[in-house]
């Protein structure tokens, strides 16, 4: 370990609390059309090298278990210790993965969070054009709620409030 001149020598404690929070987070959100096509993916403390499989793998888990199934009704599977919720609305799929702090009841909150804001943005549970029309207000949305792999904000009417606040014209 390298000391560097100014700043104190982390205790191995300190070092140990850093990778713990690592590992508490909410490791992805992907939100796909139902032929498999990603329209919005967000990685927390994935590799890059692994995402592609992340990629294919919630594209196959959702067109081998998302035919007939209704709006907001919660799907639960893990996966190398990993959880993932997902679930269809309207015409979009959504999984958020997670492990740890983050299992299937940490993650089924997350998605219903995001499900209702999608739900709010769009007026109804969206097609694949009126999603990709409103992209910039759900893509707000999705960083009010999930900031850096934690779940930030659940509460509805705080995510309008904080959202209305950003700057980009459509909002």
């Not at 998302?66 to 269809?88: F, M, P, Q, R």
């Not at 009841?105 to 739900?119: D, H, P, R």
């Not at 694949?128 to 029309?133: I, V």
Request: charged fraction near 30%.
């Amino acid at each position: 370990q390298k000391r560097i001149p100014g700043r104190p020598t982390p205790s191995l404690h300190e070092e140990e609390e850093e990778e713990e929070e690592s590992k508490n987070m909410l490791l992805a959100i992907l939100i796909a059309n139902s032929e498999g096509n990603i329209l919005v993916e967000r990685f927390n403390g994935v590799p890059a090298e692994e995402r592609l499989h992340w990629r294919s793998f919630l594209v196959k888990l959702g067109a081998d278990n998302l035919k007939g199934v209704k709006n907001d009704e919660l799907l639960v599977a893990c996966h190398k210790s990993v959880y993932i919720v997902y679930t269809v609305l309207g015409d979009v799929n959504i999984f958020v993965v997670g492990k740890d702090e983050y299992d299937e009841l940490a993650l089924a909150e997350a998605i219903l969070v995001i499900t209702s804001a999608v739900k709010d943005v769009c007026g109804k549970p969206p097609t694949e054009r009126l999603f990709l029309d409103k992209y910039g207000k759900i893509c707000l949305c999705l960083d009010e709620i999930v900031w850096k792999g934690l779940l930030e904000n659940t509460d509805k009417d705080r995510i309008k409030r904080l959202v209305r606040l950003k700057p980009p014209a459509e909002v």
